[in-house]
């Protein structure tokens, strides 16, 4: 809190600490609502999408921001 009378609450969301997301100021605290794809205390880090071994047939995960592409084997498709 600020102010003479200690009674203005501080915007904690001041400069903007939620790098993918959208800050939600609380009490001497803020917490951030991440955009898909995105995770973490400040939306910093991108979730990965190949952790789950989505392709098939020996197919390569490349993780993309909110989405994946198998890069298939020659051959299979």
Not at 7 to 34: L, R, W, Y
Not at 48 to 69: A, F, H, K, M, T
Request: charged content about 15%; overall charge negative.
């Amino acid at each position: 809190f600020t102010g003479r009378l200690c009674s203005e609450n501080i915007d904690d969301c001041n400069p903007k600490p939620c790098h993918h997301g959208v800050c939600k100021d609380g009490i001497a605290m803020f917490t951030c609502e991440c955009e898909l794809g995105w995770q973490g205390q400040i939306c910093n880090q991108q979730y990965n999408e190949c952790i789950s071994d989505p392709c098939q047939n020996g197919g390569r995960c490349l993780d993309l921001v909110n989405n994946y592409q198998c890069i298939c084997q020659p051959g299979t498709s």
